[in-house]
């Protein structure tokens, strides 16, 4: 039946694809499906379950300290934007993995085009909620690590650290969690100093 909204007390439902089947970038592309989905491999990962007001306050504080990179002429995106990861000398509607990270900092300009990034940008950050944690550890780990991403941060809401994948020869190496009070910088950009106990300023205490 697909996911639902409630409209003026009324549920709403909405059509999704068939999680059982795997699709290309042009089928994605393609898709009359109201909502937020990514590929991985062909196969759908489903976006749409809400993330919450700690996942917008630790996107939207880390966005703010990256912002300066626009200074330098260097574009910074935030999610969703459809990124598409393509092989060499493959076209963009054959990729069969379509993703939407929380920021990403492509340097290559001509990357960016009318339906997304074409191609893997330098600098991915993930926002993890307990929700998306096996996706974003394992999943993206190894599809950004397979796609030559330079460099993958996760910024994990529950433990309020950051930990940054450095890609070497084809392998990301694991950096040792960042926790409050610490000073981080991505390794292209020496120089942008981020502050992580300012990353999760802000996060609530929910009751169950």
Same mark, same amino acid.
């Given at each position: 039946?697909?996911?639902?909204?409630?409209?003026?007390?009324?549920?709403?439902?909405?059509?999704?694809?068939?999680?059982?089947?795997?699709?290309?970038?042009?089928?994605?592309?393609?898709?009359?499906?109201?909502?937020?989905?990514?590929?991985?491999?062909?196969?759908?990962?489903?976006?749409?379950?809400?993330?919450?007001?700690?996942?917008?306050?630790?996107?939207?504080?880390? &966005? *703010?300290? !990256?912002?300066?990179?626009?200074?330098?002429?260097?574009?910074?995106?935030?999610?969703?934007? #459809?990124? @598409?990861? /393509?092989?060499?000398?493959?076209?963009?509607?054959?990729?069969?993995?379509?993703?939407?990270?929380?920021?990403?900092?492509?340097?290559?300009?001509?990357?960016?085009?009318?339906?997304?990034?074409?191609?893997?940008?330098?600098?991915?950050?993930?926002?993890?909620?307990? &929700? *998306?944690? !096996?996706?974003?550890?394992?999943?993206?780990?190894?599809?950004?690590?397979?796609?030559?991403? #330079?460099? @993958?941060? /996760?910024?994990?809401?529950?433990?309020?650290?950051?930990?940054?994948?450095?890609?070497?020869?084809?392998?990301?190496?694991?950096?040792?969690?960042?926790?409050?009070?610490?000073?981080?910088?991505?390794?292209?950009?020496?120089?942008?100093?981020?502050?992580?106990?300012?990353?999760?300023?802000?996060?609530?205490?929910?009751?169950?």
């Amino acid at each position: 039946m697909g996911y639902r909204e409630i409209i003026n007390g009324e549920p709403k439902y909405f059509e999704e694809p068939d999680f059982s089947q795997t699709y290309t970038a042009q089928e994605y592309y393609e898709w009359p499906y109201d909502g937020m989905f990514e590929l991985i491999n062909g196969r759908v990962i489903d976006k749409n379950q809400a993330y919450g007001p700690n996942h917008q306050t630790v996107s939207g504080n880390l &966005a *703010s300290a !990256i912002f300066p990179l626009l200074n330098r002429n260097i574009e910074v995106f935030l999610g969703p934007l #459809d990124v @598409y990861l /393509i092989e060499p000398h493959q076209n963009w509607r054959q990729a069969t993995t379509v993703v939407q990270p929380d920021i990403l900092v492509p340097i290559d300009a001509h990357k960016i085009k009318h339906h997304g990034c074409v191609g893997s940008p330098n600098f991915i950050v993930e926002v993890v909620t307990i &929700a *998306s944690s !096996i996706i974003d550890y394992r999943e993206k780990f190894e599809v950004y690590q397979q796609f030559g991403i #330079d460099e @993958y941060w /996760i910024a994990d809401i529950h433990h309020k650290c950051i930990i940054r994948n450095i890609l070497k020869e084809g392998k990301y190496e694991i950096q040792r969690a960042a926790f409050a009070e610490e000073i981080i910088s991505p390794q292209q950009f020496p120089d942008l100093r981020i502050k992580v106990e300012e990353v999760f300023e802000g996060i609530r205490e929910f009751d169950e």
